[in-house]
């Protein structure tokens, strides 16, 4: 499975991006896609995700409210509306899949967020 990311960028606190992702390849195995990001310094966290089968999204609490995900399962790509950005939130942020949102496996090579105050 691969998986390309796109949208990330530059913006200011308060702003919005929309970050867009695509897979391809064996994706009759993934049932589940998300994203995860990754701050400098720190640990790579989850942000969302949303499950085909069980018809179940997630969201961290750090982001609800502020971001949503969407995804279309007959074209297997989602995408991250986030909107009030803080710059707490710029991060490298990663498209991940797999068969469960709890086993989501595959990568993205990740798109850069940046949020200036």
């Known amino acids: 499975v691969q998986l390309v990311e796109s949208g990330g960028g530059l913006v200011q606190a308060g702003g919005s991006l929309r970050l867009s992702c695509a897979a391809s390849g064996r994706t009759f195995i993934t049932s589940a896609m998300g994203w995860f990001r990754q701050a400098p310094g720190k640990e790579r966290e989850f942000v969302a995700a949303?499950?085909?089968?069980?018809?179940?999204?997630k969201y961290a609490d750090s982001v609800k409210g502020r971001f949503t995900i969407s995804g279309d399962s007959a074209k297997n790509t989602i995408a991250l509306q986030m909107n009030s950005l803080k710059p707490e939130d710029t991060a490298v942020y990663y498209c991940?899949?797999?068969?469960?949102?709890?086993?989501?496996?595959?990568w993205g090579q990740g798109t850069q967020v940046t949020v200036s105050s």
């Open positions: 991940v899949a797999g068969r469960l949102i709890a086993t989501m496996n595959y």
């Open positions: 949303i499950s085909w089968s069980g018809g179940i999204i």
